[in-house]
């Protein structure tokens, strides 16, 4: 587990202490919402094609389309604040934030601090290797053998910890971990890593950038279902989320979209 | 995009950076200041308090503090990413500072106050008018490192989402795929930010100098 | 009848068990010159520095004029108001100019007007001849310069007695005289002073009483000529013998 994220757990339960657990008895953070008539959704914008900032600066990607339609079918405006991926859980589990969108998947570890709605879209992950790479990933576990590169703090991070690490299958040094993708793909290019787990949908995008790369292997691993994040235990919230996200998909808005920013 | 237009988008952040570091850097003097005077002159038992401030406060990570700030007292004061890092920073820095202006106090003090007290000044006259103007002045030059220190630490707002400079580079960083370029802009406007403020304080230490004869 | 100012009795300080004096008593009538002499060590500073509490004596009474200044909630700050203190390493306010240095004071701590204090400093600053270098910082002055500052800035204040600790002992030979002879002219206009020096040239000629102090008490006192010509005690001749040997041959020079 990485340590900003112990650090944050830490700190949170701290605040939980220092708050005298003020969550208690609060009214549903919908009726916020509603009253203010604006919605506040924490994003971490470095992340194409999910949420990423265009030429002009301004926020765009599949989840900011989706939460884009998302509070329009609530009638609220949608204020976004962009935060580092590492804060944004506790942000949520502060009340800083209404909730957040930004390629979460679900993790048992997550769920004790938020809750999370139903999956929007379902992703992979993908293996990515540079051209000249002599190997051969036949079953996931067969990149112990390689030098790994991932984004820290991801649910890949987290798949390589478990699977990998705590079966004694690879050192944890062997793993390099990243602030950001596009850090361990300059990585990849460079020859420090080998192969470079991520979530199939930028390795895509990655391939696009770099001829040289390509992937090897995908499949639903640790990624899989995408949810937004949501306060601990609002289930009045939590309900009205999940009945827009059926509508859109019921529409056929969130295969549009896909279309939109995965399609190669 | 090409250079000028990275160094454009990051440099639109330069407001909130110079933002955090107008608040954090005067805020960190006046306390800096207040506590190296009750350091030296505040008797053995606040001496003490202070000393344990100072450790405590180095001692901190800036990141872990404003985490604190921002997170963890949540529940008691809401305060906005920007105000809650600027206060950190401030907090920080007040411990550096203070350890600045102790050093210098105690370079000037000793002979000087008595001096001051031999013409009949009560210590606290002593001190704004005879110690205080040396200390400041002895103090400027460690002062403008604390200036660039607090300058680069302000990036750490990026971690509440504040758009700084730092967090700028990482999102054209992102949105590119050109990190070199943007982190590389973001070190022009970084070193552009300092040597500025160096420059300026070393006009003002040149001012300021007391004239003798060589 | 002479009129007391300053009445030390049985003034005594220690550090811990390390007794610096003991048992002083010493009477100064109003415009008395009085010379300190004594080997070093024996307490001449430190018994300045009490007299005007800038060092707590551990027991005895000081009084000024009829106010016991060790009285417990005495108000120190005005009382060094009236005791002047010339220090032997000068001690200037570093970062002001001359004037501003003999100023300070006025402005401060007597809360003159600007004018009225301006013009206040510049007379002291003519008093010891450095009118024309009221605007010169200590670091642009020789050291007799500065000790000249030293002396109008604690003139400046109106004292009832001055004090000077070893003011000539940091200077080069050729600066000592200027400085003698402002202290010289201070005497003749009828100051109040208390002198801790080894200059015997000065002792001798401008002193109205001497006193010898060895091992932390007073060992004699009297006038010039009855220490130098008709010592009570073998110690005191022997001192005054080394001491002229030692800088009976700077003074020719003088």
Known sequence: MKKSLVLLVVLTVLGGILAGCASQGKQSVLDKITKDGKVMVGTSADYPPYEYVDDAGNKTGFDIDLMTEIAKRMGVELVWVDMPFDSLVAAVQEGKIDMSISCFNYS?????????????????????????????????????????????GTVQDDWLTTTLVEAGLVE???????????QAALDLNAGRIEVLMADYVPAQALVKQYPDFQVVYHAVLSTGPLNIVLPDGDAKLQAEINKVIKALQDEGFIDTLATKYFSE | MNFSSF???????????????????????????????????????????????????RGIPPIVLLFILYFVMSGSVNLSPFWAGSISLGIISSAYQMEIVRGAILAVSGEQMLAA????????????????????????????NEAAIVIKDSSLVYALGVP??????????????????????????????????????????????????? | MPKPILTIKKLTKKYGNNVIFHD???????????????????????????????????????WLDDLEITAKGADEDRVRQHIGMVFQNFLLFNHLTALENVKLGLTKVKHLPEAAAHEKALAELTRVGLADRADHYPGQLSGGQ????????????????????????????????????????????????????????????????????????????????????RPKYERTREFLWKITELYGKKEAKE
Not at chain 1, 172 to 182: F, G
Request: charged fraction near 20%.
């Open chain 2, 7 to 57: 160094i454009q988008y990051i440099a639109s952040g330069t407001a909130y950076t110079l933002g955090v570091t107008l608040v954090a850097l005067p805020s960190g003097l006046v306390l800096g200041v207040l506590f190296a005077l009750l350091y030296v002159y505040g008797g053995r038992v606040v001496s003490r308090l202070m000393s344990l401030y100072s450790t405590v406060m």
């Open chain 3, 146 to 229: 500065q000790q000249r500052v030293g002396i109008a800035r604690a003139l400046a204040m109106d004292p009832r007695v001055m004090l000077f600790d070893e003011p000539t002992s940091a200077l080069d030979p050729e600066l000592i005289g200027e400085v003698l002879e402002v202290m010289r002219n201070l005497s003749l206009e009828g100051m109040t002073m208390i002198v801790v020096t080894h200059e015997m040239g000065f002792a001798r000629e401008v002193a109205d009483r001497i006193v010898f102090m060895e091992k932390g008490s007073i060992v004699e006192e009297g006038t010039p000529d009855d220490l130098f010509y």
């Open chain 2, 164 to 214: 700084e400079i730092l967090r700028r580079a990482q999102l054209i960083s992102a949105s590119t795929q050109q990190p070199f370029l943007a982190y590389i802009s973001a070190a022009v406007i970084y070193f552009a930010l300092v040597f500025i403020a160096n420059r300026l304080l070393a006009r003002l230490e040149r001012r300021l100098t007391i004239p003798s004869n060589p």
């Open chain 1, 172 to 182: 944890d040094a062997n793993i390099s971990r990243y602030e950001r993708v596009d």
């Open chain 3, 24 to 62: 002083i008593d010493l009477v100064v009538n109003e415009g008395d010159t009085i010379v300190v002499i004594g080997p070093s060590g024996t307490g001449k500073s430190t018994l300045l520095r009490c007299v005007n509490l800038l060092t707590k004596p551990d027991g005895g009474e000081i």
């Open chain 2, 117 to 144: 007290r031999a013409i009949g000044m009560s210590t606290l006259e002593a001190i704004r008018y005879v110690i205080l103007p040396q200390t400041l002045r002895l103090a400027i030059p460690p002062w403008s």
């Open chain 1, 108 to 152: 048992a570890e997550r769920d004790e601090q938020v809750d999370f709605s139903d999956a929007y879209y379902t992703s992979e992950d993908a293996f990515l290797v540079k051209s000249g790479f002599a190997g051969a990933i036949v079953n996931p576990e067969d990149v112990a053998k390689y030098k790994i590169g991932v984004q820290s």
